[in-house]
């Protein structure tokens, strides 16, 4: 089960986003919240402050559907509000969550004055709402508290949170500890990278041994998802890695990123259906009835380093690759846009193979990263599937490299591999990127670790 925003035109122009909630029986609209959204757009509220309070309004159903769609009373909504505020978004600024809450306030309010009398969450569950007081917030009734006394509760619930993630002294490594390695050695990697012709495979396995993400995600990449490192602030105010190529990656139905910094308007299912006419990859399987048969590229979720984006980005753990990468996503992309079919989607890795021509151009298939990978073994006299080398060996590889990078600390490894863990999220605190690129530096002038 899961809960996205889809933007409906209604009469009189209007383009109001609404709240559907997607169930193994089909998707269910919810007729309350988009209701207060199209009240809300006729009383001229403009169109990108309404779609923010529904993403308010989503991020409390999926919280309750990641919960197991639990009974909610006035005790267990307050918990579950609780939960949205420290694990989904403990992470971000104050004010992101401070705009939550109000956002959710005034949802509140509007259904205490309009007949409904009850805060609907999902699948019929509702919370019954107090009855509307003149200069009082309804939430504010519901919860007995006011926004200052809710979030000086979330506060004294979070005195265990540690402040920043600090690097650990550096792991070294020898001989005797060397056979521990859970991936393929960093010789190895490169080895395969240097002997790849193709540009969309090197690509991949530069991503893949020394930025870490699952395989499926860099399946689900659009174009716009590569961008220069001066990004990075825009992006992600801490990160330091400005000279090095900026890749993120998102949620690849609920993220807004669609390609156009500050136009957040629609999700990436919403553009892909507009624009497109298919459906994300995750859902190609349940949704397209075959047409895309072989296409579909899971999600497993990961924990967001910019929550208002549902994005992470890559930490690179060589500089040497980052840069590499960059310089081959270049000759990607002059390849992609010559064939046609690439015109039909958005995703960065296509078809190459000259030899058939009706998939030319259209998205790069997890089979077709399999066949290469094993291929590519092959090419440098390796068997594959033999001590891990296999593609879900490069994520292991990458880990590998991160531990003498961190000392060896898990906390700094999840952040980096985007691990999602909503019980620890808010230890993670702020990673120290300037002591992450120091070590990255030392470890690059010592070369290469063999295995």
């Not at 609907?120 to 926004?147: C, D, M, Y």
């Not at 220069?228 to 949620?251: A, H, M, N, S, Y």
Request: aromatic letters at 8%; hydrophobic letters at 40%; charged letters at 25%.
């Amino acid at each position: 089960m899961n809960a996205e925003l889809i933007d409906i035109p209604f009469e009189g122009g209007w383009c109001v986003p609404t709240l559907w909630v997607l169930g193994t029986s089909g998707a269910e609209l919810q007729k309350e919240p988009s209701h207060w959204a199209l009240s809300s757009i006729k009383r001229g509220k403009p169109y990108a402050s309404v779609r923010s309070a529904m993403r308010s309004i989503l991020r409390l159903v999926r919280m309750y559907i990641s919960k197991g769609i639990p009974t909610l009373d006035e005790a267990a909504f307050k918990e579950l509000l609780e939960s949205l505020m420290v694990d989904e978004l403990g992470a971000s600024a104050y004010s992101t969550r401070q705009q939550v809450f109000r956002d959710l306030n005034n949802y509140s309010d509007w259904l205490a004055t309009s007949g409904y009398g009850y805060l609907p969450i999902a699948t019929g569950q509702k919370v019954k709402l107090p009855g509307a007081t003149k200069g009082v917030r309804t939430l504010h009734v519901l919860l007995r508290a006011n926004e200052t006394e809710f979030f000086s509760h979330l506060k004294a619930r979070k005195t265990s949170v540690v402040p920043d993630v600090q690097l650990g002294p550096k792991a070294r490594t020898s001989k005797r500890n060397a056979g521990s390695l859970t991936g393929m050695s960093e010789a190895f990697a490169w080895r395969m990278i240097e002997a790849e012709s193709n540009p969309s495979l090197r690509a991949l396995w530069l991503l893949g041994f020394f930025g870490g993400p699952r395989l499926s995600e860099s399946v689900n990449l659009w174009v716009c998802d590569v961008l220069p490192g001066g990004q990075r602030k825009t992006w992600f105010r801490e990160d330091v890695f400005v000279d090095l190529p900026l890749v993120v990656i998102c949620d690849p139905m609920l993220s807004c990123w669609t390609g156009q910094l500050g136009d957040y308007r629609e999700t990436r299912s919403d553009y892909l259906r507009r624009c497109h006419n298919i459906a994300p990859r995750p859902r190609m399987q349940e949704l397209d009835h075959g047409l895309h048969r072989g296409k579909f590229a899971g999600f497993k979720g990961m924990a967001a380093t910019n929550a208002d984006l549902l994005a992470r980005q890559i930490v690179w753990a060589s500089e040497r690759a980052g840069h590499l990468f960059g310089n081959t996503v270049e000759a990607v992309l002059a390849e992609r846009n010559r064939f046609p079919l690439a015109r039909n989607h958005p995703f960065l890795f296509v078809n190459t193979d000259r030899t058939k021509s009706e998939v030319l151009g259209d998205m790069m298939t997890m089979s077709n990263i399999r066949k290469g990978f094993e291929r590519a073994v092959r090419r440098i006299g390796e068997v594959p599937y033999r001590f891990n080398q296999r593609p879900h060996g490069m994520r292991h590889t990458y880990k590998d490299l991160l531990s003498p990078l961190t000392g060896n600390d898990q906390r700094v490894i999840q952040v980096c591999m985007g691990h999602r863990s909503a019980a620890s999220q808010d230890s993670y605190g702020t990673l120290q990127w300037q002591a992450l690129r120091h070590a990255m530096a030392q470890a690059r002038s010592e070369g290469p670790r063999h295995g």
